[in-house]
Each structure stands twice: as structure tokens, then as C-alpha cells.
């Protein structure tokens, strides 16, 4: 079961809950898996990068999900 509810929505795949995506996945499994890896990778990134004068201002919070969800 996949842990997308709306599928009255174009940010879904046509006849499914999976949302479009920049890789084409249409497997919910694996869109999760790829997903996890992401915000596994992110979150490294973030604990490495993370300074005491980092301000965790909307910039900063957009510039990470671009990070996170957003790559090629």
C-alpha cells in the first residue's frame, strides 16, 4: 500500500497514488526506497555542513529540500 492518500490530484501519476517524479518511477516501493536514500544522503550533509551560525531561515530550508528532492 502505498502512503500516498490523494489520488484526485495532478501531482499524481495518471490511474495511480504515486506522485510524478523527476526519475519516472512508477513503482511505490521503490520511489520509497529511492526516497529514504535521499533524505539519508541530506541528512549527512546537513550534520556535516551544520555550523553554529547556520540560520535555519526559509533560504536555508528551501536550498535543502532542492538538495533532497530535487536532484538529477
Not at 8 to 33: A, F, K, M, Q, W
Request: hydrophobic share 30%.
Amino acid at each position: 500500500m502505498s502512503k500516498y492518500q490523494f489520488k484526485e490530484s495532478d501531482i499524481y501519476l495518471p490511474g495511480t497514488d504515486i506522485p510524478r517524479n523527476r526519475l519516472g518511477v512508477e513503482d511505490p516501493e521503490l520511489l520509497h526506497e529511492i526516497e529514504e536514500t535521499l533524505l539519508q544522503q541530506a541528512y549527512q550533509t546537513f550534520i556535516a555542513e551544520c555550523e553554529a551560525t547556520t540560520r535555519f531561515d526559509e533560504a536555508y530550508l528551501k536550498s535543502l529540500q532542492r538538495f533532497t528532492l530535487c536532484q538529477p
